[in-house]
């Protein structure tokens, strides 16, 4: 936690009426804080004396359009919640950008651990395969929930799930000139639409799913809270699993990456047993085209942080972590198109 960054403050004074009227059982008065993480969307902690909020709010600045879409990160958490999935319970969404600058939403305030580095240094050896399958098992809940049951049936289109996220990463990676191009990145707009495996399976996506946008268990191996929906919408669960997978195609320190690690001596499972994991889950005999998937995902975490330099240039980052992100997008963009040699 941290003091509210100068160009992330807004009216808390507006923020205490605007929960006195929306937020049940809230009393005031409040502090906040600033968590350094959430890249996309700036994220504080709202301390009272009854309880603490967490309070999610597009950033200030010009945004990409139909970026931090926080109504749809706000639906996705009720409706997840009420099927009894780990997520925050929803408080209360704000639309309205005369209250703070810039649309909102609060909900509870998780006390869990949080981990960046994937292979969990902190955790002892003898725990971290259950951390591993503790992810690998929250992954299979989310993509085994039915949309329409859920409320969800609308999140998202349907069909042609690959050629519409090509299309809109591309887009959004063409059309911020301000951040450069890539030739990696040149390449891949080529390579992935002429390679689109067959099949169109369709679920609940979370689109960031990593160690660091959960909440384990103060003790135990077990997800209490998966965080930061603002990628979710209805798509292939492939993709999904393998935008979470990538970690062991990547080095360490590279996104926490494991490739290279000794994975037996660290008590980690390796990729072919945590893909075979997640397969008996979700009722699989095994990913075909695993490249392509990989590929893809890499390629759509390549535009993810070309959009992060973009708002770094114009002064709309909201994280500090920015600059260090951005200091990855060659690497990944390389190690992106190399999925497909």
Same mark, same amino acid.
């Given at each position: 936690? +941290?003091?509210?960054?100068?160009?992330?403050?807004?009216?808390?004074?507006?923020?205490?009426?605007?929960?006195?009227?929306?937020?049940?059982?809230?009393?005031?008065?409040?502090? #906040?804080? &600033?968590?350094?993480?959430?890249? /996309?969307?700036?994220t504080y902690r709202l301390r009272t004396a009854g309880r603490d909020y967490v309070l999610r709010r597009k950033p200030?600045?010009?945004?990409?359009?139909?970026?931090?879409? #926080?109504? @749809?990160?706000?639906?996705?958490?009720?409706?997840?919640? *009420?099927?009894?999935?780990?997520?925050?319970?929803?408080?209360?969404?704000?639309?309205?950008?005369? #209250?703070?600058?810039?649309?909102?939403? !609060?909900? %509870?305030?998780?006390?869990? @651990?949080?981990?960046?580095?994937?292979?969990?240094?902190?955790?002892?050896?003898?725990?971290?395969?259950?951390?591993?399958?503790?992810?690998?098992?929250?992954? +299979?809940?989310?993509?085994?929930?039915?949309?329409? *049951?859920?409320?969800?049936?609308?999140?998202?289109? &349907?069909?042609?799930?690959? %050629?519409? &996220?090509?299309?809109?990463?591309?887009?959004?990676?063409?059309?911020?000139?301000? *951040?450069?191009? $890539?030739?990696a990145m040149d390449a891949l707009i080529e390579w992935l639409p002429a390679n689109i495996p067959a099949g169109d399976?369709?679920?609940?996506?979370?689109?960031?799913?990593?160690?660091?946008?959960?909440?384990?268990?103060?003790? %135990?191996?077990?997800?209490?809270? !998966?965080?930061?929906?603002?990628?979710?919408?209805?798509?292939?669960?492939?993709?999904?699993?393998?935008?979470?997978?990538?970690?062991?195609?990547?080095?360490?320190?590279?996104?926490?990456?494991?490739?290279?690690?000794?994975?037996?001596?660290?008590?980690?499972?390796?990729?072919?047993?945590? !893909?075979e994991a997640y397969c008996r889950r979700t009722g699989r005999d095994g990913i075909d085209r695993l490249d392509f998937?990989? *590929?893809?995902?890499?390629?759509? $975490?390549?535009?993810?942080?070309?959009?992060?330099?973009?708002?770094?240039?114009?002064?709309?980052? /909201? /994280? /500090?972590?920015?600059?260090?992100? !951005?200091?990855?997008?060659?690497?990944? +963009?390389?190690?992106?198109?190399?999925?497909?040699?």
């Open positions: 936690m +941290a003091p509210v960054r100068p160009n992330h403050r807004f009216d808390e004074a507006a923020l205490v009426r605007w929960m006195d009227d929306h937020v049940p059982d809230f009393r005031g008065p409040l502090s #906040v804080s &600033q968590f350094d993480g959430g890249q /996309s969307n700036p200030p600045g010009v945004l990409v359009k139909g970026a931090h879409a #926080v109504d @749809r990160e706000f639906r996705v958490i009720s409706a997840l919640h *009420a099927t009894g999935f780990p997520v925050p319970a929803p408080f209360g969404l704000c639309l309205d950008d005369a #209250v703070i600058g810039t649309a909102f939403y !609060v909900m %509870e305030m998780v006390e869990g @651990r949080n981990f960046r580095d994937t292979a969990f240094p902190e955790v002892p050896r003898d725990e971290r395969a259950a951390m591993f399958d503790a992810m690998n098992a929250t992954i +299979a809940r989310l993509h085994a929930i039915d949309p329409v *049951a859920a409320g969800l049936g609308d999140f998202g289109r &349907q069909g042609n799930y690959f %050629e519409r &996220q090509v299309g809109r990463w591309s887009r959004q990676y063409l059309e911020d000139p301000e *951040a450069g191009r $890539l030739p399976d369709c679920t609940i996506v979370h689109g960031d799913f990593r160690c660091d946008n959960m909440l384990f268990h103060p003790r %135990e191996p077990r997800v209490i809270a !998966v965080l930061d929906w603002e990628l979710s919408t209805l798509g292939h669960p492939l993709a999904d699993f393998a935008y979470h997978l990538m970690i062991y195609r990547m080095p360490p320190g590279f996104s926490t990456g494991l490739a290279g690690l000794d994975l037996p001596a660290l008590g980690i499972p390796g990729e072919e047993r945590y !893909v998937y990989l *590929a893809f995902s890499l390629f759509r $975490l390549a535009a993810i942080i070309h959009g992060i330099k973009g708002r770094l240039l114009r002064g709309t980052a /909201s /994280s /500090s972590q920015a600059e260090l992100a !951005v200091e990855q997008l060659d690497r990944i +963009a390389a190690l992106a198109l190399a999925q497909t040699r």
